[in-house]
């Protein structure tokens, strides 16, 4: 289970952090905060990632930001967070703001005075931990389906891997077929019914 940009707001250090465009893109998955320190990222960044834009060491002209953004889109990142203040970005330009809602890609904007530190280690944080509860989850089902030891209760299993018991439980199976125009975006459609129903 992974964390979404709509996910973001209910951290304690993100809520001095505002979201200024791109709302419809908040589904996005975040696979780890990046602080940005180049004027490209194509080389650095695998996909996933959101980005912070400090605008130390950059050209925080409109158009390079422009240019950082529509990279930031076309490789995939999940959203991007510019620190305004005084001493580099003074504020979000309206072109970065339409760009952003063109392309459903969450852009926030984040006082200078907040701490970089701060918000990074907790979502890093974050991510790690639903990351070692989706390992529980795999496990308790593993056993669950594929163990030949049947001596324990779904109750007891459920318990050992720290698996919340609901009154009511629901199993569901979807299945893509190899050569169906879905399965080259399996991840994304995985991603997407993860968020959708949880």
């Not at 967070?81 to 309206?94: A, D, F, K, Q």
């Amino acid at each position: 289970m992974s964390i979404s940009c709509a996910d973001l707001k209910g951290l304690r250090h993100f809520r001095q952090i505002r979201l200024v465009a791109g709302e419809k893109g908040l589904y996005r998955q975040i696979s780890w905060p990046f602080i940005c320190t180049t004027s490209t990222i194509s080389q650095w960044l695998h996909g996933g990632e959101l980005i912070f834009i400090s605008g130390a060491g950059l050209d925080c002209g409109e158009e390079s930001l422009l240019s950082l953004m529509r990279e930031s889109v076309s490789k995939g990142l999940a959203g991007m967070v510019m620190l305004t203040g005084e001493r580099y970005i003074p504020e979000i330009p309206p072109s970065l703001v339409e760009l952003a809602d063109a392309s459903c890609f969450p852009l926030f904007e984040m006082p200078w005075d907040v701490k970089l530190i701060d918000v990074t280690q907790e979502i890093s944080e974050n991510i790690m931990y639903r990351k070692e509860q989706a390992k529980k989850g795999q496990r308790f089902l593993e056993q669950l389906l594929f163990s030949a030891d049947d001596s324990r209760t779904f109750e007891e299993l459920s318990g050992l891997f720290g698996i919340p018991q609901r009154a009511f439980r629901f199993i569901a199976v979807a299945e893509i077929q190899a050569g169906d125009p879905a399965a080259a975006a399996l991840d994304t459609i995985k991603s997407d019914l993860s968020h959708t129903l949880k």
